[in-house]
């Protein structure tokens, strides 16, 4: 069979999820056994995969989901205790405190916060602890997953401590030809991935300055009462020195620090920026926004999390309040630094099956070094901080249970789909993957200006694995020999993969669905699929021509450039 032909195999179960999930508005639920159930039969008739490597990538699939699973019911158990104990009512207060502007709100707590907690351990977590919050804090269901799988965008490159580029990259590339390329003219690794990092967090910063922006904008557009795009563009000078009191600081990092901390340091001093800003009234507008009141709101607006507030609870105080989530964020810095002993410790209790059923396919957990793990021992220390009783610990843990229960089903399909997606290079015929089957179609009919398509490539990744780490060592590799084939920079070529796989994770299926799941949104994933396209456009649209400018202006000075000329 021609490529073309095999391209249009594989592009069917993605086309047909996106045509139920977007076009015709089919839930997930049943979008998803679907797609899962055409993938195997792609896998099985034109990969000629084997039944056993079908059946080893669904087992591989139930690891998976119990990790996604596990940070999401930590997630949402940690706001029942909040909600239970008075703390989601003082951290309303300490918000209106600072600003009762929802689009100043959008900002600090979406933006700022939510890329704090992508760089201390991403691969989801944002969206699951950003979403539930702004539910709390009266926002409705649909646009607080929304905005919360929007925050998993320019962060998300160095999510996790970095893991997409010490571990996606590194993981991907590193092979003993590079290495000894490399050691030929005096390099090593570790200034691949430094130039990758350089070039990654100067793009995002061109590119994601504006996202807090275009968040502000969907909230007002889509969310208020008016429908208004000019409510948000009146928070656009506010908006933009939010993005870049952020993106300044993150590419400085990222410099002269590395891939580990452009997330988290700029993030953390984002929001002290903007903070003493927003309480100077510094570039904010004389009229303050508020939402229409919940009556008002569609009941396709609405998920099963409430947050009534009894008159029976105490009033906690704003520092009480807060100091779950400060400890949550002070605990997953201090268990993914590398030269701490905390994460050795943590990752040295693995849950694992090598070559499952014969295969070459393995699935492993660490269940210990997951941030549901560090969750689970924040919502212990509220337990006590907060003086909680024990029918509030019951309550909590009832209500999260049962709206965990709803994700379960839809999780394991859109898995399960993905998995075998991936591992259809363990086939009779041997052929490359479905996902590095349509990239090397792509490559091969954009030419010179695939600078431009570099982007989507990482994005299909994260869109079907829904990780930008995923994507990076599915695809680093085969970036690099594009750009070696088409004369181009291979770090900016990789950079710009890592850009767009972070892009990718904001209509990545089964991050929708678990995002979805944490304020009991389940079977809106379409809606939501169709608002986050936009942001996920303007990111890789802008991306490619950032890529297309860039890299010929770079191409001279690119050391892989060199090296692979003098070989």
Known sequence: MSLTGLFLFSSLPIAVAAIMLVGFRVSARLTMPITFLLTVVVGWVVWEMQWIQVIASVIQSLFITFDILYIVFAAIL????????????????????????????????????????????????????????????????????????????????????????????????QNPQLDALLASGGYSFSDVLQAVTVNAAITHALVGSLMPFLMVLMLTRYFGKNRSWKEGLEMFPFALFGGLSFTIPYVLTGVLLGPEFPSLLGSLVGMVIVVFATKKGFLLPQKEWELADRAEWPANWLG???????????????????????LLALLLVISRL?????????????????????????????????????????????????????????LALSESASMIFKAGSV???????????????????????????????????????????????????????????????????????VADRLDMAPSWIIALQAVGAAAGNM??????????????????????????????????????????????FWDATDFLMQLNAGR
């Open 304 to 326: 099963s999390l409430e947050f009534r507030i009894g008159a029976h609870q105490r009033e906690l105080s704003i520092g009480r309040a807060w100091m779950p989530y400060v």
């Open 78 to 173: 940690l706001l029942n205790f909040l909600k239970h104990s008075g703390g989601v009512e003082a951290i309303r207060r300490g918000f209106a405190g600072i600003s009762p502007d929802r689009r100043v709100q959008v900002i600090l707590i979406a933006w700022l916060f939510g890329s704090f907690i992508e760089g201390a351990a991403g691969f989801g977590t944002p969206a699951a602890i950003v979403a539930p919050l702004l539910v709390a804090l009266g926002f409705p269901a649909l646009a607080a997953v929304v905005l919360g799988m929007m925050v998993q965008s320019t962060a998300v490159t160095f999510g996790a401590v970095g893991t997409p580029v010490l571990v996606g990259v590194r993981g991907g590339l």
């Open 507 to 552: 209509v990545a299926i089964h991050n929708v669905v678990a995002a979805s799941a944490t304020v009991g949104l389940l079977g809106s994933e379409g809606m939501v699929l169709r608002k986050t396209i936009v942001p996920t456009m303007y990111y890789l649209v802008f991306t490619g021509l950032i890529g297309l400018l860039l890299i010929g």
């Open 411 to 481: 999780l394991l399909f859109a898995v399960a789909m993905v998995r075998v997606y991936i591992n259809s290079g363990e086939n009779a015929l041997e052929l490359v993957s479905m996902p590095i089957l349509m990239a090397e179609w792509t490559a091969s009919k954009v030419g010179q200006v695939y600078p431009f398509f570099a982007p989507v490539i990482g994005a299909l990744g994260a869109f079907i694995a829904g990780s930008n780490t995923v994507s990076n060592l599915m695809f680093s590799l085969f970036q690099y020999g």
């Open 338 to 394: 590398p030269n701490l002993p905390v994460k050795s410790l943590l990752t040295s209790f693995t849950v694992s099956w090598e070559q499952i059923l014969g295969t070459g396919i393995a699935a492993s957990s660490t269940p210990l070094y997951l941030p549901g793990t560090i969750i689970l021992v924040v919502c212990l220390i509220t337990y006590f901080i907060h003086a909680m009783k024990s029918y509030q610990v019951k």
